[in-house]
């Protein structure tokens, strides 16, 4: 029996499977493509699990990256994990005065923020609580160049400020108090198709961060040049590898900002996926096997509402799934989940083994928009387990419970 057998007749399917081991090589190995100046911000928004936000953040031996948040959900899982609010990016369009409180209260200080009534719930949260906010000004720039299947910038949107009217705006954003404007958000793409174009991408970006720095007269102390790194989502195959990413960023920085190293900015980069797609697997069970006018269906006990929901949102590349299977590929079927609506597919007319009931599929590179990115309350089934291994040894054994929770209604109500 195979360890995800071991695994899977332990704990059930469907389950997930995250491996420490491999979380800690994704994070030295992007840390170790970009110059050591960098931080490195992981996004929650590809999962939230404490234990792999713990092991991003290391143990102070080798360099760790920072938490980036977008809700207060995410902000506990970070405590939990160890970090400190002060180390914390909080991002997000939507911040509401109770989110800003209760982040500030715990702590956090540097928020990004898209608009400049943004900027002044900011001010006006830190402003009661009596601190100063860090601010950082998202850009959402004109053009871009890179090739990818997720694209952020370049039309309207609710991320970020016009790079064309961010001067119209300054004053407005200048005049809020209790903030320090300390530089630049920028976050173009995600998933990029390859080096070259990533590289590009960076090259625009911190062009652009030095032109509106001088024709804005705002001294930068720190820009986030934004992410795009990239691993297969629920396929085989290897994380991207920037061999060249590393002298093209120092390059762009010293044409464009001369002494960077020694003067700042601090410059920064954020990843979801890169850093924990490829240490998660997950573990469907097969519940049957049939077939109709000629093609198979294979039904698993893991659907959209365990990996991938959220891909029809066209914000996740599409769900197909391709198994990691050591036998061979001799059958053609379309992988199925439970739920009742055609639209609950992993992949479709994919070649597989012969499986039958009761069989294990092991889906591989899932660790990232995985449970908190499917559509888990859909038609009531529970949520996956999620386990974290190290090596052989297993670190935790947890599940997502959702269940509804009443308030008092009063007697007298109209
Ligand atoms: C989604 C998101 C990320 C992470 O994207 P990945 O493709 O998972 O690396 C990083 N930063 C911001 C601002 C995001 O919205």
């Known amino acids: 029996m195979t360890r995800y057998e071991h695994l899977a007749r332990e704990y059930g399917t469907p389950l997930y499977v995250y491996d420490l081991d491999e979380v800690e090589k994704a994070r030295d190995q992007l840390l170790g493509s970009l ?29 760790g990256c920072r938490p980036e948040i977008s809700s207060t959900g995410e902000l506990a899982s970070v405590l939990e994990a160890g970090f400190d609010g002060s180390e914390v ?23 990004s ?10 001010g006006q949260v830190a402003g009661e609580l009596g601190v100063t906010a860090q601010v950082l000004l998202r850009v959402n720039s004109a053009s871009a160049s890179a090739t990818t299947s997720i694209r952020m910038t370049g039309t309207p949107s609710q991320f970020g400020f016009d790079s064309e009217t961010l001067g119209e705006v300054l004053p407005d954003v200048r005049a809020v108090s209790h903030v320090d404007i300390v ?18 991408e960076f090259q625009g970006t911190i062009a652009l961060a030095a032109q509106l720095q001088a024709e804005l007269d705002l001294p930068l102390k720190f820009l986030d040049i934004g992410g795009g790194f990239t691993v297969p989502y629920a396929v085989p195959g290897p994380r991207g590898t920037y061999p060249k990413l590393r002298v093209e960023l ?60 959220m891909s029809g949102l066209g914000r996740l590349l599409p769900v197909a799934v391709q198994p990691d299977e050591g036998a061979e590929a001799v059958d053609q079927a379309s992988l ?14 994919i070649k597989l083994p012969a499986l039958q009931a009761g069989d294990v599929v092991t889906i591989p590179n ?38 509804r929770s009443y308030s008092q209604v009063s007697a007298d109500r109209p």
């Open 35 to 63: 110059p050591e100046e960098f931080h490195l911000f992981y996004a929650l928004k590809a999962n939230p699990h404490p234990e792999l936000v713990r092991a991003l953040r290391g143990d102070g031996t080798a360099k």
């Open 89 to 111: 990016m909080y991002t997000g369009p939507g911040k509401t005065f109770e989110e800003l409180r209760e982040a500030m209260s715990l702590g956090v200080r540097m928020f």
């Open 183 to 200: 530089g630049f958000h920028f976050f173009p793409l995600s998933n990029a198709r390859d080096e070259d174009s990533l590289i590009a």
């Open 336 to 349: 199925v989940g439970p739920l009742c609506t055609p639209g609950d597919i992993l992949g479709r007319e």
């Open 250 to 309: 120092g390059a762009a920085l010293d044409t464009h900002f001369p002494g960077w190293r020694e003067n700042g900015p601090q410059l920064a980069c954020e990843s979801g996926r890169y850093l924990i797609g490829a240490s998660g697997t997950l573990l469907a069970g097969v519940s049957n096997v049939k077939v109709s006018r000629g093609r198979k269906f294979v039904i698993l006990d893991a659907g959209i509402n365990t990996f991938g929901g």
């Open 113 to 122: 923020t898209d608009s400049v009534t943004d900027v002044q719930h900011v």
């Open 366 to 403: 899932a660790g990232a928009y995985g449970p908190t990115a499917s559509l888990l309350m859909f038609l009531g089934r529970p949520a996956p387990t999620e386990v974290v291994v190290r090596g052989d040894e297993v670190v935790s054994v947890s599940r997502i419970e959702h269940v």
